[in-house]
């Protein structure tokens, strides 16, 4: 599947994270730092094969702000 990068913490390494993009069926994924065992713990209904990420408010914040303004 192919992913369109949308939007990347301008504050992280040019090859860092911190980045959200759109996947070919419509639905996003998001980069970003892994979650300590004791931090991923505290998520709820995970499913099997789901998983959990930490990412800046501010990157989300613009990412609905951008797929708004140019209907991603």
Same mark, same amino acid.
């Given at each position: 599947?192919?992913?369109?990068?949308?939007?990347?913490?301008?504050?992280?390494? *040019?090859?860092?994270?911190?980045?959200v993009y759109l996947a $070919?069926?419509? @639905? @996003?994924?998001?980069?970003?730092? $892994? @979650?300590? *065992?004791e931090t991923f713990a505290n998520m709820e209904n995970l499913l099997p094969g789901e998983s959990g990420v930490l990412i800046k408010p501010e990157i989300l914040v613009e990412v609905a702000r951008l797929y708004q303004e140019k209907a991603l």
């Open positions: 599947m192919h992913l369109h990068k949308i939007c990347k913490d301008p504050e992280s390494n *040019p090859t860092g994270c911190q980045s $070919e069926n419509g @639905m @996003m994924a998001v980069q970003g730092l $892994e @979650m300590d *065992p």
